[in-house]
Nanobody, 117 residues
Framework: QVQLVESGGGLVQPGGSLRLSCAAS????????MSWYRQAPGKERELVAI????????RLADSVKGRFTISRDNAQNTMYLQMHSLKPDDTAVYYC??????????WGQGTQVTVPS
């Protein structure tokens, strides 16, 4: 059974930091590209960061460059999103995604990040 479980969200003041984790099970984690998405109230889900299966390629959305870092530990089947200098605009539900190609795409249930204005 495929599972992606996000954790680490919460309420943080502007300028603060959080580290999100995504624990994967039920599939060969090291074969999948992994991503973080987020969805703010009333907005579409957007890609925040992506990391290739072997960590050789990463890409961040322009809105988070210089503040967020994506990483993964294939030995622990876990992906991370380190977030610094958080802003109210970062408030959203953050989702992890595993992409192994057509018919092999999975989502977690999401974790809430709230940065009050």
């Amino acid at each position: 059974q495929v599972q992606l479980v996000e954790s680490g969200g919460g309420l943080v003041q502007p300028g603060g930091s959080l580290r999100l984790s995504c624990a994967a099970s039920g599939f060969t984690f090291s074969n999948y590209a992994m991503s973080w998405y987020r969805q703010a109230p009333g907005k579409e889900r957007e890609l925040v960061a992506i990391i290739s299966s072997g960590s050789g390629y990463t890409r961040l959305a322009d809105s988070v460059k210089g503040r967020f870092t994506i990483s993964r530990d294939n030995a622990q089947n876990t992906m991370y999103l380190q977030m610094h200098s958080l802003k109210p605009d970062d408030t959203a539900v953050y989702y992890c995604n595993a992409d192994g190609g057509p018919n092999y795409n999975y989502w977690g249930q999401g974790t809430q990040v709230t940065v009050p204005s």
